[in-house]
């Protein structure tokens, strides 16, 4: 956990980190607030080219009113470009999928100065209680975390249900102790860093998997062994990366965030906690009201950029397994070329010499398996015309599900929520047409770019068919989204 902070690593951040480069930019004051308005406080992740260059121009043209036009001379298509150099490293300049226009993403060192700076802004007071008690509460749950007698893990759950009881006498006596306005304030502040502070960890996962992207390529690009080794060595990079306590932890906490319980209770504490007096004091950032579902965007948008990585390598495979071929197809064609030319051009004295004809090759996989001999048994009797009539009202009790009534459900339940898991919109819609209309829901959230399949998480769906057995189907948790 411990980082030297000696002479030769802060000389080398100094010259190489762009956190550092952005802090002593001549031009910071331009940088660092327009960056931290459009994309750390509305928590943007990606913005278009044009998009960007039109923020930019109003900056500068404010800022050229106020302090005159040689200010800031250069235009903000420059500036912008500027900053995504790789001597600056503040922007991320990347062109998405199916677009020619160019976008731009804030990196991680870049936000990290910007906090830094945000850091030095005078607040309106320091709390330290909050953070004892929080440093209380972690060393606590470390030592009954991993404390392994069952007797002492027993006797501090007594002390804790002893502790509660006691204050539920002490209220029911009339003892009711609040937090002051004080309390509140300094547990409100903290966990309003703590919740920005997040948001700023995504953007560093995210990044994380972009460097393990980039120096895959490379190792692929200078490989010279077996391809078969090469993947292993991949996929055990890859493994390791979400093995490892940065992979657990953004596991951990994306399944907590997942949950719609979770949720909910986030909603309304967050309702709860701005409907207090000493916050509204604080004039707080109405943004925060929401930031669980940024929390929630941000963490897609990093598990798509996963997956596009993922998509994006496969197809580097793939384009390194077609020059392959094509190098093999060249070695045959060669072969062709110097076979022509030497029956063309026949040389003198022996030019082969071969035991048979033609070699007589014999693959072990080409051997057929064993199939014992059919035995056809013939009956001693004529076949008979049936004359019994066949029912065929089998063929037009065919179930068909409408999946337009089904999509109106789904709708008419988001009307009051963000999201609602499958199992939640079977509870208030019972399946009327069995695994049929179950399927037909799985279809409809397979083609919804919002619904989310939880792998982690299951939901338990019962029904009772036409013959009045009831059928229980365990399945991963489906979520539709509004």
Same mark, same amino acid.
């Given at each position: ?421 499958? #199992? ?43 013959? #009045? ?14």
């Amino acid at each position: 956990m411990t980082h030297s902070l000696d002479h030769e690593t802060l000389t080398s951040l100094r010259r190489s980190h762009p956190g550092w480069r952005l802090l002593v930019a001549d031009h910071a004051p331009l940088v660092a607030p327009f960056l931290h308005r459009v994309f750390v406080a509305p928590n943007v992740r990606g913005m278009s080219g044009p998009e960007l260059v039109s923020k930019l121009e109003d900056d500068l043209f404010r800022l050229r009113e106020s302090h005159g036009e040689g200010i800031y001379p250069r235009r903000a298509s420059e500036y912008l470009d500027d900053w995504a150099h790789d001597s600056r490293g503040w922007l991320r300049k990347y062109y998405p999928v199916g677009s020619d226009e160019p976008h731009f993403d804030l990196t991680p060192a870049a936000e990290k100065a910007i906090g830094w700076l945000e850091s030095l802004t005078k607040r309106a007071f320091i709390g330290t209680e909050s953070r004892l008690l929080t440093v209380f509460d972690l060393l606590r749950q470390l030592v009954e975390g991993s404390e392994t007698d069952p007797e002492t893990r027993i006797g501090e759950l007594e002390k804790r249900k002893a502790e509660i009881d006691a204050e539920i006498a002490g209220i029911r006596n009339g003892e009711l102790s609040v937090l002051d306005e004080t309390a509140v304030k300094d547990r409100f502040q903290q966990m309003a860093a703590m919740a920005r502070e997040l948001l700023a960890d995504f953007r560093e996962v995210e990044q994380n998997f972009r460097s393990l992207d980039r120096a895959t390529r490379e190792k692929i690009a200078l490989w010279d062994g077996g391809k078969g080794d090469l993947l292993d060595s991949i996929f055990g990079e890859r493994d390791a990366i979400a093995d490892s306590d940065q992979g657990r932890s953004f596991r951990a906490f994306w399944d907590f965030l997942m949950s719609p319980e979770k949720q909910e209770e986030l909603t309304t504490l967050l309702d709860t906690v701005f409907g207090l007096r000493p916050v509204q004091t604080l004039a707080p950032d109405v943004r925060l009201k929401r930031i669980h579902y940024d929390w929630l965007e941000a963490g897609e948008h990093t598990q798509r950029t996963v997956a596009l990585l993922s998509q994006q390598l496969r197809r580097f495979l793939d384009d390194q397994a077609r020059l392959e071929n094509r190098r093999i197809m060249q070695l045959l064609r060669d072969i062709e070329a110097k076979a022509l030319t030497v029956h063309q051009s026949p040389t003198r004295g022996t030019f082969m010499e071969i035991d048979d004809l033609s070699p007589t090759l014999e693959l072990p996989m080409e051997r057929t398996l064993f199939s014992p001999p059919l035995k056809v048994s013939i009956a001693d009797q004529l076949l008979i015309e049936g004359v019994e009539p066949i029912d065929a009202d089998a063929l037009y009790d065919q179930v068909v599900v409408d999946k337009a009534r089904l999509l109106v459900q789904i709708r008419h339940t988001l009307r009051t929520r963000d999201q609602v898991t499958l #199992g939640e919109l079977i509870a208030d819609h019972p399946l009327q047409q069995g695994l049929a209309e179950l399927v037909a829901y799985l279809s409809i959230a397979g083609n919804d770019r919002k619904a989310l399949f939880d792998e982690s998480n299951h939901d338990r769906v019962q029904w009772t068919a036409d013959d #009045g057995i009831s059928r229980i189907v365990r399945m991963p948790r489906v979520i539709f989204n509004r």
